[in-house]
């Protein structure tokens, strides 16, 4: 029997991507096919697409709940996704670090600071389903080996310190482990594999996929077609767009090719695009986010990011025309990134703002030092001397520094009102270290809509589609219009867990 | 041959909107089906779903350009869609009466208004694309026999009068014209007739549609289906969402069935969904916006939208627990309706403000007899009455008031820097006519996205789809986060009238 193509095969010599004149890769997908005009390469147990948090966590949740045949399919020749160079920032409430610290915490009050970021229109149920589940999935982290560091972090939004970060300040330090307790556990895991669409049986429920194997990103000929039966069902762990110039540009036309992104390369949205021709709900897909913590002095995340996320709460972010703070340095990640958008020169071309921290307390971040190696931050022993550097009048800048120093001491900010806590008694002072800010394209708050269960829903009917779940970035509408920094880690995470539980029962 | 049927048939219970508890049309619509597995009952030249203005402008285009076989279906008993029952605001740049009444105005100053409202994410390109055909859409409306008020009205977000609105303050005002004039050149127009789905040629062209006609609205079983080729392609005009409570609430929790609505029933989507199961890029589907203009005292549009639209340049909106204004009368729909959303209680419950009209002046306004006849809106006398019926503090009311008249006699409002121009002379003065405000769902910014073709284009080649044009409230994208009042109807109709250019050219 001859295969379906209902949409014929076109000339895939450029994607969405492609089409805004950069180069990305060139997505290969047809819509979906009947199992019955298929023959299965290969029957599997549980079949996960992605590598990321997501996936991971779910394959270890499903070798736990009793599965034996687990599979992992990754389109990059390295997993762990765009997961593994993230910030590593996990959050969550009620952990024993929180208890250490006499830090109060509750779901209910992670789930309002997240609700408050979403502005009114973020999935309340989702958020409490994953912050009641966020410790277990740190703990499974921790079970895997991750390690953290020994202290707890307040991240912009988050009313409480109740972040962890992994020792090594990045995503890596908990896909690694997560990945190799995999292994160890005998899930399969397949690199350069390439989801190219859903195989469907009669009564709409997902069978299985097409995958091309054997793939090298950006080659869409590459490799051979095969197609996998999978007994309980697909899981799309496949992240988020932020990669897609075309698609992130229909949403918003000023996020062009020459807007800084931290993703990896692969981050293009195709498993998304595909849900949608089956008929997922598109949700949020506008709300795109961009790192308000990024530097314009590196590329992708750099090592800025991780260094201005620690220091923030006790530093001050200056526009260089004024010699004047201009935000909340802790502020959610939307309000910040406008904030620093709106920094301009006189001609209202961009004049990416500064961020000056005391270098006794800067340099209790790790990334201090890789900062002030490869100029990406700048060590200064006197006002003056900043002053004079990135031209900005010395004087209100002065005055701006006794005045926050003053805030410092009384504990009240009143200028942006932010939560001085994690600022006692750190005055500014010189010596300096400063970083430059600019927003990168970070994470895309829309995706796919699914339910507490990772179950994708149907646009028209209105009901689950059978055999198929989505957990991570892919999915849309928890966080509403911006997602609170390490909140990431523990969605992905409880949902793909979620899915796993989800699959091992249906 | 069988019919393909990938999804297989569900049991068509309960669709998106009724999942959330309102009965609404359970949508019945299969994925597209392929040419070579159909008979056709039928052939026509063109194909346009939907009857409002996209749909009737294109089917007078495309026979001013020598189309032979026009025909329109409409899924509703009656013609006209949503458009019927809207404000009838045409917005367009360099009229005739902008000539005689001294107004300044070009393509670019409107759309320069516009992309300010879209908060920098319309597209400029599509929005330049309507401002440039706008004049010659209302030509159209003109030449059809539409009449319109002597005067032009400036409205919210729009630097100068640019509004033209029908005599008859209501969207049939255009839909009835149109709809005879099609009769009169021969378009053939099909009532009860709904779209089910695509069917598509091997190389992917969208070669026709199943329609169920003999529909009727509601019984998805009504009717019977019949397949109808088309030879230059389908536009689908088949409007915005707004009534489809499950896809409105995945955006936006916040807009549940109390939520009041200015649309039809019919206003629920399937046409744009079916669309992004063929592979059409959802855009800006969050963007979900309420008429500030809207009364908590009666259905849907009723009489005071368009009272208030009126009124609001020469008005005072007050929050009734302070007895001051709260916001711009002018300013654009989205800053306004979230200003009147904030008016709340001391329990934090809503509390709908009031709009504060001098009667000499509301009276200009034909609906301002209709607005006291049905007790939605009120007369007073005095101050003193109208404080004590609302309940609004009488001193910083008078204040208040002898504040803004300062404004009238300045020209200048220093509270909320309104434009001053069309409220010259006009104090607020007793007698009084009041009403009260509170947002409706009114219009979907967000669909499919369309380039100035009005060609559909697909999420993965970054191509538009063969055979498939859509144009209106069903596209996505243009206006960005709010579109500005009256600009929906220019963008209908030169949309529509572009994609029969298209469809001509083909």
């Given at each position: 029997?001859?295969?379906v193509?209902?949409?014929?095969?076109?000339n895939f010599?450029?994607?969405?991507?492609?089409?805004?004149?950069?180069?990305v890769?060139a997505?290969?997908?047809?819509?979906?096919?009947k199992?019955t005009?298929?023959?299965w390469?290969?029957?599997v147990?549980v079949?996960?697409?992605g590598?990321?948090?997501?996936?991971?966590?779910?394959?270890?949740?499903?070798?736990?709940?009793?599965?034996?045949?687990?599979?992992?399919?990754?389109?990059m020749?390295y997993?762990?996704?765009?997961?593994?160079?993230?910030?590593?920032?996990?959050a969550?409430?009620?952990?024993?670090?929180?208890?250490?610290?006499g830090?109060?915490?509750s779901?209910e009050?992670m789930?309002?600071?997240?609700?408050?970021?979403?502005?009114?229109i973020a999935?309340?149920?989702?958020?409490?389903?994953?912050?009641?589940?966020?410790?277990?999935?740190?703990?499974?982290t921790?079970?895997?080996?991750?390690?953290?560091?020994p202290?707890?972090?307040?991240?912009?939004?988050h009313?409480?310190?109740r972040?962890?970060?992994?020792a090594v300040?990045?995503?890596?330090?908990?896909?690694?482990?997560?990945?190799?307790?995999?292994?160890?556990?005998?899930?399969?895991t397949?690199?350069r594999?390439?989801?190219e669409?859903?195989?469907?049986?009669?009564?709409?429920?997902?069978?299985g996929?097409k995958?091309?194997?054997?793939?090298?990103?950006?080659?869409?000929?590459?490799?051979?077609?095969?197609?996998?039966?999978?007994?309980?069902?697909?899981l799309?762990?496949?992240g988020?767009?932020?990669?897609?110039?075309?698609?992130?540009?229909a949403q918003?036309p000023?996020?062009?090719?020459?807007?800084?992104?931290?993703?990896?390369?692969?981050?293009?949205?195709?498993?998304?695009?595909?849900?949608f021709?089956?008929g997922a709900v598109?949700?949020?897909?506008?709300h795109?986010?961009?790192?308000?913590?990024a530097?314009?002095?590196?590329?992708?995340?750099g090592?800025v990011s991780?260094y201005?996320?620690?220091?923030?709460p006790?530093?001050i972010?200056?526009?260089?025309m004024?010699?004047k703070?201009?935000?909340?340095?802790?502020?959610?990640?939307?309000?910040?990134?406008?904030?620093?958008?709106a920094?301009?020169?006189?001609?209202?071309?961009?004049?990416?703002p500064?961020?000056i921290?005391?270098?006794?307390?800067?340099?209790?971040?790790?990334?201090?030092?890789?900062?002030?190696k490869?100029?990406?931050?700048?060590?200064?022993?006197?006002l003056?001397?900043?002053?004079?550097?990135?031209?900005v009048?010395?004087k209100?800048?002065?005055?701006?520094?006794?005045?926050?120093?003053?805030?410092v001491n009384?504990?009240?900010?009143?200028?942006?009102?932010?939560?001085?806590?994690?600022?006692?008694d750190?005055?500014?002072?010189?010596?300096?270290?400063?970083v430059?800010l600019?927003?990168?394209?970070?994470y895309c708050q829309?995706?796919?809509?699914?339910?507490?269960?990772?179950?994708v829903?149907?646009?028209?009917?209105?009901?689950?589609?059978?055999?198929?779940?989505?957990?991570?970035?892919?999915?849309?509408?928890i966080?509403?219009?911006?997602?609170?920094?390490?909140?990431?880690i523990?969605?992905?995470?409880?949902?793909?867990?979620?899915?796993?539980?989800?699959?091992?029962q249906?």
């Amino acid at each position: 029997m001859s295969k379906v193509d209902l949409l014929g095969r076109r000339n895939f010599i450029k994607g969405v991507g492609a089409a805004a004149g950069v180069a990305v890769a060139a997505p290969v997908l047809a819509v979906s096919e009947k199992a019955t005009d298929v023959s299965w390469d290969k029957e599997v147990e549980v079949l996960i697409i992605g590598s990321g948090f997501a996936g991971l966590a779910a394959a270890i949740e499903a070798t736990r709940k009793g599965a034996k045949d687990v599979h992992i399919f990754e389109k990059m020749p390295y997993f762990g996704g765009n997961s593994a160079i993230n910030g590593g920032l996990f959050a969550a409430p009620g952990t024993p670090m929180q208890q250490q610290e006499g830090v109060k915490d509750s779901v209910e009050q992670m789930v309002a600071d997240q609700l408050k970021s979403g502005r009114g229109i973020a999935d309340e149920e989702l958020l409490r389903h994953v912050a009641s589940h966020a410790v277990e999935a740190l703990q499974m982290t921790l079970d895997a080996g991750a390690e953290y560091h020994p202290y707890l972090q307040q991240l912009g939004g988050h009313s409480v310190a109740r972040t962890y970060q992994t020792a090594v300040s990045c995503g890596a330090g908990i896909t690694q482990p997560l990945y190799k307790e995999c292994q160890r556990i005998g899930v399969k895991t397949h690199n350069r594999s390439k989801f190219e669409g859903f195989v469907l049986g009669k009564d709409g429920r997902v069978e299985g996929v097409k995958m091309r194997q054997g793939y090298y990103f950006g080659e869409e000929d590459s490799g051979k077609l095969v197609y996998i039966k999978s007994k309980r069902g697909v899981l799309m762990a496949t992240g988020g767009f932020a990669q897609n110039i075309g698609l992130r540009m229909a949403q918003d036309p000023t996020l062009t090719h020459e807007v800084g992104c931290t993703n990896t390369p692969g981050a293009t949205g195709e498993g998304m695009l595909e849900m949608f021709r089956l008929g997922a709900v598109p949700v949020h897909l506008a709300h795109i986010q961009s790192g308000p913590w990024a530097s314009p002095d590196e590329g992708g995340f750099g090592y800025v990011s991780n260094y201005s996320i620690f220091n923030f709460p006790h530093s001050i972010a200056i526009n260089r025309m004024t010699g004047k703070r201009f935000m909340n340095e802790i502020a959610d990640r939307k309000t910040r990134a406008d904030a620093e958008l709106a920094c301009r020169d006189a001609k209202g071309e961009p004049l990416p703002p500064i961020l000056i921290t005391s270098y006794k307390d800067s340099k209790q971040h790790p990334n201090t030092a890789k900062v002030l190696k490869y100029n990406v931050g700048w060590k200064f022993d006197s006002l003056e001397a900043l002053a004079k550097h990135f031209e900005v009048p010395l004087k209100p800048l002065k005055a701006q520094i006794e005045e926050y120093n003053r805030y410092v001491n009384s504990g009240e900010d009143k200028q942006f009102g932010k939560n001085m806590t994690k600022a006692k008694d750190k005055y500014i002072e010189a010596p300096f270290t400063v970083v430059r800010l600019w927003p990168k394209v970070h994470y895309c708050q829309g995706g796919v809509q699914v339910n507490t269960k990772a179950e994708v829903k149907d646009s028209l009917t209105g009901k689950p589609v059978a055999g198929l779940y989505a957990a991570g970035e892919v999915c849309g509408g928890i966080h509403g219009v911006s997602r609170l920094g390490s909140c990431s880690i523990p969605e992905c995470m409880v949902m793909g867990m979620t899915a796993a539980r989800s699959m091992m029962q249906a």
